[in-house]
């Protein structure tokens, strides 16, 4: 139903003849997250029970044949419903955009913990009775729209506060730092990432020449390059990943004491990741994964939440770090400053419509409200310029702020006008400021009102096109991150990086590479380099051509004094302190059966499992129905054919001869859980269900006689020829929740 109205609040200023200043910071009925709901449905349309009609509003009667002289004549040029349908239809798509293309989006709200005001004056930060709505889009950086969610790549975390002083827009990453210092790189970053131009290939990946042709000729992205190699790119989920602001930013409070922060979003699920090899077999058996994840939680009422955290240091202490606080490829390692849990993010609904509000989402870093400030970090001011100008282009014009999902959940009132797409009608002779005409309206608002005014920081500098030499150390804190990995998520980023290098055809690239491996740690440079059956250069060779020396200069690329670390454990995935390491909630389990399946084993194993929170699907031989020897019916939600290993967490072999010996017949069943078994999942089996996993050779007649009555035979397998052996359940439970088992990972 249409409901006939556009533009609710947009229209603030002619809502009512005399908007005054005093209005901005009015709460009422704006406070929670259904007021952003109302707010957009007033633009909502889902053609329920009405007749078709034109734009113009004209019933169609023939929806189905153009207007044609004669039933076998020519179309007639006349049939403006054909022309108005086919116009629209050619216009449908507006261009993506140039980074970030992909990305999947849920509504949500935030409330904070306890009153921030000692350290901002932020609205949304002060009181914890208040929910303000948000908006969440995550994405991946490099492929395009339609490319897969499983690719090795950095993911984007931006959320839109809906505040009451206006929008904020956090938009972070999935990864602390970034690959480059200063914004002017940024162009050559994303060109040199993005499909090669004589070609178009590859398409969402970074194995290519041209990618590591530009890293290897700017060691300051060697911290995020540890980064997007380690399994942080590679996420299980969405929801299972942490968020970063990444630049320092300022809090301000209501006495105008500044303060660095530097924000931080810790996902309640805790972190987890896929292997390589899973990610590009669920890019081609789902390229949605994390979409539909997402998606799928959310409308199972599994809420994905994250708490908010900031690392705060105070100006005088600026200077006290061996690293600077401006530079965006360095972390605050958490050791050395604790992140503080201010909040929590729950998102509880999915958009109406994917392009009115995914796709015509807008975030900008200059959405900030009065509490919060920039720095002069490099990186982010020319980010400052960014966002707006892309924007202009890709939704059209500059009224994009009026779209739904950009709307402020406060009135506007400002002298802005026209433009293409211009929405609100603005009423009234005044378009200027100062007016008498209009009694002054609208004002502007002190910063007792609101009023954002910008931190008053004294720069007394000169004009240069100069790197602070503050900025210089480069290896440090890669060499932190690398350290301070667990054994196999170092393994994981040595293969990563064998598979990139191996990747690359040109033999110089790999080599300076090598180079820039060895300044990190000697160790992982040795491993990759026998990987590639190459040796590390000892020197760096510059290309003959290079015209701009600058940072690449060879001379540079050493340290001048190596900052040793105290490895971080809050760095790594696996036994990282600050998130929980005993849940199941969510994961998907699939239950290996066909008809004849033992109902017992069956219902009492997916109890267990539901109760700790875990999702159960079926995957059988045929899609319907399947039937247990006692008459239990359940329902096939995959069959071997649509479903695959690599979509699901962990797996059980139900008791039941019937239904185990069909499965032994269909040699996908086999395959299905040797993937399993190869990505290190838990499986479990009971009663003949044991059969088909030694019909696999995952449980071999040795493991059988030397259990002795164990549960757990090997790590992640859990097996019982007795169908209801107790504590068999909470086995499973506990061996899932270590999410995988690496001692069955090969070496090296
Ligand atoms: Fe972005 N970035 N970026 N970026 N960025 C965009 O804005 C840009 C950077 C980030 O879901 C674009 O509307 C420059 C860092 C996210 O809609 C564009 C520089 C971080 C998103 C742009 C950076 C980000 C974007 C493309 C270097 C993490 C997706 C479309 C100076 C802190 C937001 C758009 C969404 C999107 C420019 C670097 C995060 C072109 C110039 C660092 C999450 O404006």
Redesign the pocket.
Known sequence: MNKGKTNGRTGGANAKNEPHAADLPNSAGYGDQNSKLDDLSQNIEDSGGEFLTTNQGVRVNDNQNSLKAGDRGPTLLEDFILREKITHFDHERIPE????AR?SAAHGYFQVYESMAQYTKAHFLQDPSVKTPVFV?F?TVAGSRGSTDLARDVR???VKFYTQEGNYDL???NIPV?F?QD?IK?PDLVHAVKPEPHNEIPQAASAHDTFWDFISLMPESMHMIMWVMSDRAIPRSLRMMEG????TFRFVNDRGKARFVKFHWKPLLGLHAVLWDEAQKISGKDPDFHRRDLWEAIENGDYPEWELGVQIVEEKDEFSFDFDLLD?TKIIPEEIVPVRRIGKMTLNRNPENFFAETEQ????LGNIVPGIDFTNDP?LQ??L???L???LL?LGGPNFHEIPINRPVVPLHNNQRDGFMRQTVNRGQTSYEPNSLRGGCPFQAGTDMSGFASYAERIDAQKIRERSPSFHDHFSQARLFFQSQSQPEQNHIIRALRFELGKVETVPIRERMLFLLAQVDKELANSVARGLGASIPARLEKPMNMSVPGDVDPKKVQPKRAIEMEPSPALRMIDNPNFPSDTIKTRKIAFLVADGFDDAALLDMKQALMTAGAVVMTVAPHLGVLTGINGTVVKADFSFLTGSSVLFDAFYVPDGEPSVNSLKADPDVNNFLIEGYKHCKTIAASGAGVELLAAAGIVTAADEISRTGKLEFRPGLVATRDAYAQGFGDQFVSAIAKHRHWEREPAL
Not at 244 to 247: A, D, E, I, P, W
């Open positions: 955009r140039v980074v970030h990305g889009r994405s984007g975390f931006a938009v972070g990453n970034f480059i914004a940024f970063f602001g990444v630049h965006p989402v807008a975030f900008h990186l020319g980010r310029f960014s966002y100008d892309t924007q890709r």
